[in-house]
């Protein structure tokens, strides 16, 4: 909204931006990255989403209309760039609790102790690259700051990472400034966090846990990877809490959850880097952002016929408003994860099943009755302008949708089969599943190969043998 | 890191970057908006259709000679393809020969 407000300015035609009551700071801090801090916007009271058509006409006619008026007829506040420090500067000198403070303090950190970035340990990570420290991989909005190697090493070392790390942080900023994934929207109201899928080699050769206890900290890589990812978020793209981060409930970072490939590998199932279009045996890291989902237990049976109606039921169940993404503005985004163990994923394939055959099966049973599908955007979310039958005759949406005019006709909840994600981890001796709800284009699939760096086995060798010292001299 | 006494001392980095963006001067404001043409940019979310008709009841009765190129001229501002749009949109307004716009909804 702000965006096609700044493309206005910029061309001479002035603007006003309509704003609701809660999102005046969210407003004041977008403007900056767009680097039009005093672009005017018209106050809403409260949120139009509670109130009554009368109340609203009220708000608009007394409040909002004057407010536009004034946008667009009056100079704006004049302004004045802040300095800032620059990269390398040493911002703080002090002890660790002093270091922590300052960065609580100054909106640079997540709440946790973080590891002092200090010069030393910036340039242990930078070894982990052939980029230069100074290659920018993007620009990042809503803050428009620049995705600089050496951010990438600062925030490295904050979140707790070992250097060899980097090479998997590097890979996930530039998923970050993908256009396709839409880091610009990381701010949104319904509060999604970014899942990272691991695959390839590095799962071992770095320690990631992919079996028991997948998705669960205490397990150094999967944890500080994904921390850093939230730090990153905040530090460079600029979503903070109250400001940039409209996160109605957030949550907490996400630990990466690395597959397991010789699961995978065992009946012949892709992994999720295949999937995303690179070879099999890549190091590559997959993000998306998801609101949601959850475990469900006990999916039992001997093969697929008894166990796929409770996976497809679980996943349609977990689903409900995201159909925003379907249809409406969303336009076939929605991307579901479903992530099933190796003894779910081991007991479907015994029955001959691809991974394929399994999208197959979600795409055909994962549907609900037509009026439902259009309760949940019309009636609970007052989601915008669409109609299922136009759409249809428009070309715009899959024929699926509107095969006929019975409400209860059942529809899909994605344009197609594999708008599925399958992936497998977790206890390898337990039959419980994940599903995990996606945010559409609000963060859509993104994969990106790891890079590593030209003497890669003797660099991890080095960090070993450190590591190894630096524990006996603590004994 | 150094040892500035009992306590292990750091001196530590920034953890931002640059921003890429340089302030830049907004528009001019019109003096009236009698007679001028104003786009509606609607993100298709939060009962922006409503808040449009009104504002064009509001405005109306401030400034008869007001005209209006609706929302449904330009499609949703939101989505997918947002991009795309924003990138296009000061071609479209030009042609259209809006001199005003006002854009929702931030909620």
Request: with cysteine.
């Amino acid at each position: 909204m702000l965006r096609a407000s700044a493309a206005c300015e910029a061309v001479g035609i002035p603007s006003s931006s309509l704003v609701c009551e809660g999102f005046i700071r969210q407003a004041a801090a977008t403007s900056v990255g767009l680097g039009m801090p005093n672009i005017p916007v018209a106050l809403v009271p409260g949120h139009v989403g509670a109130q009554g058509k009368e109340e609203l006409r009220r708000n608009i006619l007394e409040v909002t209309v004057e407010r536009v008026i004034a946008n667009l007829t009056r100079g704006p506040a004049a302004t004045q760039e802040s300095l800032e420090p620059v990269a390398r500067e040493i911002i703080f000198r002090g002890d660790f609790k002093a270091v922590n403070r300052y960065f609580v303090e100054n909106e640079l950190s997540d709440g946790l102790p973080i590891v002092p970035p200090t010069r030393e340990e910036v340039e242990a990570f930078l070894r982990f690259t052939d980029r230069g420290p100074d290659e920018v991989l993007g620009v990042l909005l809503p803050d428009s700051r620049a995705a600089t190697v050496w951010s990438i090493a600062v925030n490295g070392v904050m979140a707790g990472c070992h250097p060899e790390y980097m090479p998997i942080l590097v890979a996930l900023i530039e998923a970050m400034c993908d256009p396709d994934y839409g880091v610009e929207h990381s701010g949104n109201t319904p509060g999604g966090d970014t899942l990272i899928i691991l695959n390839g080699p590095i799962i071992k050769q770095l320690g990631f846990n992919y079996t028991q206890g997948a998705l669960r900290d205490g397990f150094l890589p999967n944890t500080s990877v994904g921390r850093f990812w939230r730090l990153y978020l905040r530090n460079v793209a600029g979503f903070l809490p109250h400001k940039n981060d409209k996160a109605t409930f957030g949550n907490t970072w996400r630990v990466v959850l690395a597959e397991n490939e010789d699961a995978l590998a065992r009946i012949g199932w892709e992994p999720t880097s295949v999937e995303m279009g690179f070879n099999a045996g890549e190091n590559t890291v997959t993000i998306a952002r998801y609101t949601g989902g959850g475990s469900f237990s006990s999916v039992s049976g001997s093969g697929p016929e008894q166990m796929l109606p409770y996976l497809a039921d679980s996943v349609l169940k977990y689903h409900t408003w995201h159909m925003t993404f379907t249809v409406s503005h969303g336009m076939g985004s929605l991307r579901p994860l479903l992530v099933l163990t190796p003894l779910i994923s081991e007991t479907i394939a015994k029955g001959g099943w691809s991974k394929r055959d399994v999208k197959r099966y979600l795409f055909e049973h994962c549907r609900m009755p037509a009026w439902e599908f259009e309760r949940y955007l019309r009636d609970w979310t007052i989601r915008g302008v669409w109609n299922l039958e136009e759409d249809v005759r428009l070309g715009r949406i899959p024929k699926i949708f509107y095969e006929s005019d019975d409400p209860n006709r059942r529809v899909p909840i994605v344009w197609e089969p594999d708008d599925y994600m399958i992936a497998v981890s977790g206890d390898p001796l337990r039959n419980n599943a994940y599903v995990f709800a996606h945010n559409g284009f609000l963060g859509y699939p993104v994969g990106k190969q790891i890079r590593l760096p030209r003497d890669w086995e003797r660099l991890l060798a080095e960090a070993r043998n450190l590591e190894i010292g630096e524990s006996r001299a603590s004994d | 890191m150094f040892n500035g006494g009992t306590e292990t001392q750091y001196e530590v980095l920034w953890p931002r970057s640059q921003r890429q963006t340089r302030f830049k001067s907004l528009a001019p404001r019109l003096e009236t908006l009698e007679g001028k043409t104003v786009a509606q940019l609607w993100d298709y979310m939060f009962r922006g259709d409503e808040v449009f008709a009104l504002l064009e009841e509001g405005l109306k009765a401030r400034f008869p000679g007001v005209r209006f190129v609706s929302w449904r001229e330009f499609g949703s501002t939101h989505g997918a393809n947002e991009r795309e749009f924003v990138a296009a949109l000061p071609q479209r307004l030009m042609g259209l020969g809006v001199d005003a716009a006002i854009s929702g909804m931030g909620c």
